[in-house]
């Protein structure tokens, strides 16, 4: 079965700082790739995505995410956060054989002005 | 810019009672879904709807759960005798397409079982 790792449960940073969230995959065959943010008493946004193409993919919000697919991770960046970023953020796949979206566990985003 | 809606926000029940969560998706989305996030834990797949049948459902989707398109927006998620457990925040989502189209969320319904 898929899973999704997303291996910082919680981050802190200053505004300006750069961020990059990882986000690792089990998957052997074709995957789409999600990131979803959400903002505290808000639903899930999406933020960006990745079906095929360019393995760099740019979100809203100055977010971006590289596809790399022989470490099978989708990993988000942002180089200057700002406060109204601190949100809980999302890696979540699905494959094409089926429709399920499978979420990683997410990582809190704190960041201080 | 559509989105998905979900009502109550919050719910409280107790142990054994029934519960419906409505949700009223974009309308012009074929694929709806349910999915459920425990207090600190991820968010997690219950089912999947498509074209008034289930299209896929998880392990967690099991006799105590249904899901019904009574009308042509409504989208009702029915736990039948509630446990513990179940205490969660239930998003319904939908989407155009399968798997290559972004999911778009509702702001979710706070379940508490007493």
């Known amino acids: 079965a898929q899973s999704v790792s997303q291996h910082n449960h919680h981050v802190i940073l200053s505004e300006a700082a750069s961020l990059e969230l990882g986000c690792n995959y089990s998957?052997?065959?074709?995957?789409?790739l999600f990131w979803y943010v959400q903002y505290p008493g808000q639903h899930l946004q999406l933020l960006l995505k990745?079906?095929?193409?360019?393995?760099l993919v740019k979100g809203i919000k100055g977010f971006e995410a590289e596809f790399i697919k022989s470490k099978f991770s989708f990993n988000l960046r942002k180089p200057s956060v700002q406060w109204s970023d601190t949100a809980e953020y999302f890696c979540a796949v699905t494959t094409q054989a089926g429709t399920a979206l499978i979420f990683g566990k997410g990582t809190t985003l704190s960041v201080s002005s | 810019e559509p989105e998905v809606t979900q009502t109550p926000s919050h719910q409280v029940t107790q142990m054994g009672q029934e519960v419906i969560l409505r949700c009223v998706p974009i309308s012009n989305h074929l694929y709806f879904y349910w999915y459920r996030q425990i207090l600190g834990q991820k968010v997690e797949f219950l089912v999947s709807f498509y074209n008034n049948e289930i299209s896929e459902k998880s392990e967690i989707f099991d006799d105590q759960f249904s899901v019904e398109r009574p009308d042509g927006s409504n989208f009702t998620l029915k736990i039948r005798s509630t446990k513990l457990e179940d205490s969660a925040m239930y998003f319904c989502?939908?989407?155009?397409?399968?798997?290559?189209?972004?999911?778009?969320f509702g702001n979710g319904t706070r379940l508490t079982v007493t």
């Open positions: 990745y079906f095929s193409g360019d393995p």
């Open positions: 989502a939908s989407s155009e397409g399968a798997s290559n189209s972004p999911l778009h």
């Open positions: 998957y052997g065959g074709t995957v789409n």
